[in-house]
């Protein structure tokens, strides 16, 4: 009996990495979504940065050059633990 979803195929030998492993979905789209939070959070400070380099403030431009910066490192941070195995997070 098929259920709806299922495959009754067996995967080849030496075949791509299908996915993360069972119950890291949940932990991977997690990760998708601060991603994603994270490139909207960018966007928002680079349209303010331009206003304020536009209206003559450059103190605020540095401020908002650092804090995204740091919302890029966290990123890649984020990226680089999403990568690991499960085993070499510990």
Do not use: K
Not at 81 to 86: D, G, I, K, N, T
């Amino acid at each position: 009996m098929r259920i709806h979803g299922t495959s009754d195929r067996q995967e080849p030998v030496g075949a791509p990495y299908a996915g993360p492993p069972v119950g890291q979905g949940p932990l991977v789209m997690l990760a998708l979504a601060i991603g994603i939070l994270l490139m909207t959070v960018q966007l928002w400070l680079l349209t303010l940065t331009l206003n304020l380099y536009l209206g003559g403030a450059r103190g605020g431009t540095v401020v908002a050059a650092v804090i995204s910066g740091l919302i890029f490192a966290g990123g890649l941070v984020v990226v680089r633990l999403v990568e690991q195995r499960p085993e070499q997070r510990s």
